[in-house]
């Protein structure tokens, strides 16, 4: 079976206080088609970015909501919400850097 390369579009990351490495979720458009949201972005010790995808709780169990089915989706996903993160924080850090200009 050929899997086509995945689209992830419409990036929206909403950052929260950062605790236990959580900095926030996450929500995408899969290839136009799903939208898909309440995924948590947390940080690694190395500097990138660790995604968790939602879960419920059914008798005791934790149920996965939705997930890549392998791991080259996976990495893709990844990477387009690892650019968006680094985006909008070095945006921020952009913001808040005093203006030294006389």
């Known amino acids: 079976m050929t899997y086509n390369k995945t689209t992830i579009s419409e990036t929206q990351f909403y950052p929260v206080k950062p605790q236990d490495g959580l900095l926030g979720f996450v929500l995408f458009v899969l290839d136009g088609k799903f939208w898909m949201g309440s995924v948590a972005v947390f940080s690694r ?13 059914v008798g005791g169990q934790n149920i996965n909501v939705f997930h890549p089915i392998n791991q080259e989706a996976g990495q893709q996903v990844e990477a387009a ?19 030294n200009t006389w």
């Open 81 to 99: 919400v690892s650019e968006k993160v680094a985006e909008i924080f070095s945006e921020s850090c952009e913001q808040t850097e005093p203006d």
């Open 45 to 57: 010790p190395d500097g990138r970015y660790r995604l968790v995808y939602p879960t419920r709780k």
